[in-house]
């Protein structure tokens, strides 16, 4: 006869974004067929892994490989609330700095508009989930997806569940997860590969300007990585005001 292993979870912040709403903000009672580690039950009611930060049993602090035993009181906290804790166990090592991303399929004006800032941000419309997650494990990036279940692969050391759907929240989201409002360097990056780009002689790259163009501009970067060409035309102001509001809603409280 198979040991049944009875034990309560409660989760804290926005990890209750991935409970089913009967169970968000309350104890939640389970009944496991064995003495599974703790991370199976807080994956199987749909929280990914990378988005925890912290867990306590019983009100000590353990780590993913903790077997539960009848009885536990399992507490799972995101990285918001960590602060309020006396001690915990850190669940991996520290984000790697600079913070780097790779981003899935559905994430390419959020990819863009991380370039825009200055962030190293891999994306193309064509990796798969094996890809991705292959991509974070071995450059240590943060994966940005909106696919818990991608989030959920075991070499995924790094990720975040992005919420919202409009881009501009998500790039605020991003930022603020992360604490990179001060790491904000626009222009630095090219917005079609994610190469850095540079100063560049008007005469290198004038056989590839408009006429409107070369008549009236005369400072211009390049991508070092697939040749765009960039000048400050009558788009950056707005570009420099979606950066402006970005910041400060980044610097806002949430």
């Given at each position: 006869?198979?040991i ?16 089913s709403?009967?169970q968000?903000?309350?104890v ?10 703790v ?23 353990v ?37 780097r ?18 962030f190293?941000?891999?994306y ?27 989030l959920k ?11 919202e759907v ?12 992360y ?11 090219c ?10 002689d ?19 970067q ?6 765009q ?11 420099a ?14």
């Amino acid at each position: 006869m198979p040991i049944m292993v009875r034990v309560t979870c409660r989760f804290y912040g926005d990890l209750n974004d991935f409970l089913s709403e009967k169970q968000r903000h309350t104890v939640i009672a389970l009944q496991l067929a064995e003495h599974a580690a703790v991370k199976h039950p807080i994956e199987a009611l749909g929280v990914p892994h990378p988005e925890v930060a912290a867990i306590l049993v019983n009100r000590r602090p353990v780590d993913f490989s903790y077997h539960l035993q009848d009885g536990d009181c399992v507490e799972v906290y995101p990285q918001e609330t960590t602060h309020l804790l006396r001690q915990h166990f850190p669940l991996r090592p520290p984000t790697p700095l600079p913070v780097r991303f790779v981003a899935d399929t559905h994430l390419g004006q959020l990819a863009a508009y991380l370039r825009i800032l200055g962030f190293d941000t891999l994306y193309r419309n064509d990796y798969d989930d094996a890809q991705l997650a292959e991509i974070t494990a071995q450059e240590q990036r943060v994966l940005l997806t909106r696919d818990r279940g991608l989030l959920k692969r075991k070499i995924v050391v790094y990720g975040y569940c992005v919420r919202e759907v409009d881009p501009r929240q998500q790039v605020v989201s991003v930022l603020r997860r992360y604490r990179l409002s001060a790491c904000v360097q626009p222009w630095q990056r090219c917005t079609h590969c994610n190469g850095l780009v540079q100063a560049v002689d008007k005469a290198d790259v004038i056989d590839r300007l408009e006429p409107k163009t070369k008549r009236y501009y005369d400072e211009f970067q390049q991508c070092t990585t697939c040749g765009q060409v960039y000048w400050r035309g009558s788009h950056f102001e707005q570009m420099a005001a979606f950066v402006n509001s970005v910041l400060a809603q980044v610097d806002s409280c949430p």
